[in-house]
């Protein structure tokens, strides 16, 4: 369709064909005054196209230095300054196309703070970076994980782990594999999994981090849960009739025939049967205790109400128990007798190990949790020890049952927490409790 505003170009264009014509018919007739006059039109007919075109450079100028800086506030005072330069249908329609143009912007706009701000909300760390190593952007749980909030390079993250700038340069679309990270707070294990993608020509890899630590840790609690179950409940069907059938016969040994001599000897074997049998079920009772604790009453308590009940609790003469407390105050949200329980646990075990300086200390850790921490200069536990001190039915000591930190675990798991365990042989151990955050 032919635009309105085109006829104004096309009059002046005209105006100076004609202008010229009649210019140059009256210089060939002689008539030099109005030569003269003719020429004088003609060049102001040509000085008006001039200015028109001039401001219709400036005109297009400006529409294309707004649409550069996306500044739409400067054209329309424009059309006001050459209200009577330019015709009003060009401004028009260029304000049309600017409006068209500034609906689209704010669309994507709006749509791109749509997904940065979907893109914070969620817990997987996310991070995009260029196959060179160049980061472009990186999501607010990945900064809270890593503990920075700018990076640059992809080589920056050897502070973090060693290993992952060359996990994340080898990361593929479709890979996935796991990271250990051993932090003062958590142990993390990560997984990596990678996509490719190519915006504007460039090529990005976008990878994505999950720390699976506190999920692979409940699903052993909940496999461990569900074997004890079944274990309990098949040995308990299995040695309580033999308890009572050796109960029974004890009570009827004296009408046996026989001499007293033989009735005594079986007396004694039915007494050692039924002791060893109810052995075994208080043994099997205190396994049961693992699958059925309450469910923790949640509650704020500070670390000072919880850690101050603990020390006067677990003081003795040896004065070996110190609390190393920060200047504010910690809040936490837990069940108090079920973390003095495991504390309880952790200094009796320290105790046993013959550490002098027992230390109870709070804080948050990188990823603001907060953690309690106990360490303790005992003789420490072996590396092969360690990984299975959390296991149901473990122990190295004689006359322990080996759930006191299977429970401790299980208190922790109940309180969407976790708890680590770091030790160096002739140094010490330290324990971790870490919760969630608070908010």
């Given at each position: 369709?032919?635009?309105?505003?085109?006829?104004?170009?096309?009059?002046?264009?005209?105006?100076?064909?004609?202008?010229?014509?009649?210019?140059?018919?009256?210089?060939?007739?002689?008539?030099?005054?109005?030569?003269?006059?003719?020429?004088?039109?003609?060049?102001?007919?040509?000085?008006?196209?001039?200015?028109?075109?001039?401001?219709?450079?400036?005109?297009?100028?400006?529409?294309?230095?707004?649409?550069?800086?996306?500044?739409?506030?400067?054209?329309?005072?424009?059309?006001?300054?050459?209200?009577?330069?330019?015709?009003?249908?060009?401004?028009?329609?260029?304000?049309?196309?600017?409006?068209?143009?500034?609906?689209?912007?704010?669309?994507?706009?709006?749509?791109?703070?749509?997904?940065?701000?979907?893109?914070?909300?969620?817990?997987?760390?996310?991070?995009?970076?260029?196959?060179?190593?160049?980061?472009?952007?990186?999501?607010?749980?990945?900064?809270?994980?890593?503990?920075?909030?700018?990076?640059?390079?992809?080589?920056?993250?050897?502070?973090?782990?060693?290993?992952?700038?060359?996990?994340?340069?080898?990361?593929?679309?479709?890979?996935?594999?796991?990271?250990?990270?051993?932090?003062?707070?958590?142990?993390?294990?990560?997984?990596?999994?990678?996509?490719?993608?190519?915006?504007?020509?460039?090529?990005?890899?976008?990878?994505?981090?999950?720390?699976?630590?506190?999920?692979?840790?409940?699903?052993?609690?909940?496999?461990w849960q569900k074997l004890?179950?079944?274990?309990?409940?098949?040995?308990?069907?299995?040695?309580?009739?033999?308890?009572?059938?050796?109960?029974?016969?004890?009570?009827?040994?004296?009408?046996?025939?026989?001499?007293?001599?033989?009735?005594?000897?079986?007396?004694?074997?039915?007494?050692?049967?039924?002791?060893?049998?109810?052995?075994?079920?208080?043994?099997?009772?205190?396994?049961?205790?693992?699958?059925?604790?309450?469910?923790?009453?949640?509650?704020?308590?500070?670390?000072?109400?919880?850690?101050?009940?603990?020390?006067?609790?677990?003081?003795?003469?040896?004065?070996?128990?110190?609390?190393?407390?920060?200047?504010?105050?910690?809040?936490?949200?837990?069940?108090?007798?079920?973390?003095?329980?495991?504390?309880?646990?952790?200094?009796?075990?320290?105790?046993?190990?013959?550490?002098?300086?027992?230390?109870?200390?709070?804080?948050?850790?990188?990823?603001?949790?907060?953690?309690?921490?106990?360490?303790?200069?005992?003789?420490?536990?072996?590396?092969e020890v360690l990984e299975?001190?959390?296991?149901?039915?473990?122990?190295?000591?004689?006359?322990?049952?080996?759930?006191?930190?299977?429970?401790?675990?299980?208190?922790?798991?109940?309180?969407?927490?976790?708890?680590t365990a770091s030790s160096?042989?002739?140094?010490?151990?330290?324990?971790?409790?870490?919760?969630?955050?608070?908010?």
């Amino acid at each position: 369709m032919k635009q309105k505003w085109v006829k104004h170009p096309l009059l002046l264009t005209a105006a100076l064909l004609l202008c010229c014509f009649i210019t140059i018919w009256l210089g060939m007739h002689g008539f030099y005054i109005s030569l003269l006059v003719a020429g004088c039109v003609t060049l102001f007919v040509a000085y008006t196209i001039y200015r028109y075109i001039l401001r219709s450079a400036r005109a297009m100028a400006q529409l294309i230095w707004a649409i550069r800086y996306s500044d739409f506030l400067s054209l329309p005072a424009q059309r006001e300054e050459h209200l009577h330069s330019l015709p009003a249908e060009l401004w028009d329609e260029l304000n049309e196309a600017l409006d068209f143009y500034k609906q689209n912007l704010q669309k994507k706009e709006s749509q791109l703070q749509y997904f940065q701000a979907l893109a914070n909300h969620i817990d997987l760390s996310v991070l995009v970076y260029t196959p060179s190593g160049k980061i472009e952007w990186l999501n607010e749980a990945a900064k809270r994980l890593l503990g920075k909030s700018t990076l640059k390079s992809v080589e920056d993250l050897a502070d973090f782990q060693p290993e992952l700038p060359s996990r994340l340069y080898s990361l593929k679309a479709g890979d996935l594999s796991v990271l250990q990270v051993q932090k003062k707070e958590e142990r993390i294990q990560l997984a990596l999994s990678g996509m490719e993608f190519v915006i504007q020509g460039r090529p990005l890899i976008v990878a994505s981090m999950k720390n699976i630590h506190s999920v692979l840790d409940n699903q052993e609690t909940e496999a461990w849960q569900k074997l004890i179950r079944v274990l309990t409940h098949e040995i308990m069907n299995s040695i309580t009739p033999v308890t009572s059938l050796s109960e029974l016969l004890e009570q009827q040994i004296g009408n046996f025939d026989g001499d007293a001599e033989e009735r005594k000897e079986i007396l004694q074997m039915l007494q050692t049967i039924r002791r060893r049998g109810d052995g075994l079920i208080r043994f099997v009772n205190s396994y049961r205790e693992v699958s059925h604790l309450p469910q923790p009453l949640l509650k704020i308590y500070t670390d000072r109400e919880l850690l101050a009940g603990i020390a006067q609790l677990m003081h003795t003469d040896r004065d070996d128990l110190h609390l190393v407390l920060p200047d504010k105050p910690l809040r936490l949200i837990i069940d108090k007798d079920l973390i003095e329980q495991v504390l309880i646990n952790l200094i009796r075990n320290a105790r046993e190990n013959d550490a002098t300086d027992i230390r109870l200390s709070t804080g948050l850790s990188s990823g603001e949790r907060p953690y309690i921490r106990i360490e303790d200069n005992g003789t420490g536990i072996e590396q092969e020890v360690l990984e299975r001190i959390f296991v149901p039915f473990f122990t190295t000591k004689t006359t322990g049952s080996g759930i006191g930190l299977t429970i401790s675990r299980q208190i922790m798991h109940l309180h969407h927490g976790t708890i680590t365990a770091s030790s160096e042989t002739g140094k010490g151990s330290t324990f971790t409790l870490l919760f969630p955050p608070l908010f």
